[in-house]
């Protein structure tokens, strides 16, 4: 006759617990302003079209023929 008894022991089973840090990078746009100077030559062109002007020129006439 065979008598099985079943007695218990503790056997140490190690689990790892893995702890993951994650850094995610993300774009941000930074906005940076630079200044440009531009120097500018406006020319008027031919003083001939300007309607101020014409008025100077009738009126230097007017003076030419009086000093006549």
């Not at 008027?44 to 003076?63: L, Q």
């Amino acid at each position: 006759m065979v008598n099985d008894t079943y007695v218990e022991r503790e056997v140490t089973y190690v689990h790892p617990i893995i702890r993951v840090n994650r850094q995610h990078i993300v774009n941000v746009p930074r906005h940076v302003y630079e200044t440009v100077t531009r120097n500018v030559i406006v020319d008027p062109g031919n003083s001939d079209d300007c309607d101020e002007c014409d008025n100077h020129r009738k009126h230097k006439k007017h003076h030419k023929k009086k000093d006549k």
